[in-house]
């Protein structure tokens, strides 16, 4: 592996920052280098609660947003990818709109932690 790959994984423990750094009802994209390659992934926050995912679409492997930080629907209520207009759950990442029906994004383990946002197991 080259470190011009992106990888799907993240180890556990490494922290991506205070809770606040990410706004209540949006999210925010990370890019991780590691030793073994590049890793895109974004966080969703719900009040305290965050979920995370690989930053790429099920339906053609992009990444969802063309903007930074802008992986929701205008209301907030859903993941959006700016290319084709799929839609995702925030909870569980399942397309509920667009051409990728049956599919999911792939999660990217996220929890707080004292206030800071930690990639987990």
């Known amino acids: 592996m080259t470190d011009t790959e992106r990888l799907t994984t993240t180890p556990a423990g490494v922290t991506l ?4 750094l990410i706004p209540d009802n949006n999210a925010r994209g990370f890019v991780l280098q590691m030793r073994a390659g590049r890793f895109h992934g ?3 926050r719900r009040g305290d ?3 995370g995912y690989v930053d790429r679409c099920p339906h053609m492997g992009l990444p969802l947003a063309q903007t930074l930080d802008d992986y929701l629907a205008p209301d907030g209520s859903v ?3 700016s290319w084709h207009a799929a839609l995702f759950r925030v909870e569980d990442g399942a397309c509920v709109g667009g051409p990728c029906a049956g599919q999911r994004l792939t999660p990217w383990p996220v929890t707080v932690v004292d206030g ?3 990639t987990g197991v």
């Open 116 to 118: 800071m946002v930690t």
């Open 42 to 44: 974004f966080v969703v």
């Open 79 to 81: 993941i959006a990818c």
């Open 17 to 20: 920052g205070p809770l606040d």
């Open 49 to 51: 609660s965050v979920f």
